[in-house]
């Protein structure tokens, strides 16, 4: 695991080593779960247009327009 440093508001590091510990957990722990979310979000997203797209290519609606209800129906 490799060491980073990083900077910031003295008063907001503290409230969130506090929050951390009350969720029984370090402020290491938050920060390495939501770097892994922060890298995560582009392959999450890129990987739901991927899935757009083979789904365009499957459905035919013969150039069709739906409303917004007939798209909502159930």
Do not use: C, P
Not at 16 to 44: I, S
Not at 54 to 74: A, I, L
Request: net charge positive; no cysteine.
């Amino acid at each position: 695991m490799k060491n980073i440093t990083l900077s910031a508001d003295a008063k907001l590091i503290e409230d969130a080593r506090e929050r951390a510990r009350q969720e029984h957990t370090t402020l290491n722990e938050q920060f390495r779960r939501w770097l892994a979310d922060y890298v995560g979000r582009r392959e999450r997203a890129e990987r739901a247009m991927r899935t757009i797209e083979e789904v365009r290519k499957t459905v035919r609606t013969g150039g069709r327009k739906f409303t917004r209800d007939e798209m909502n129906e159930r």
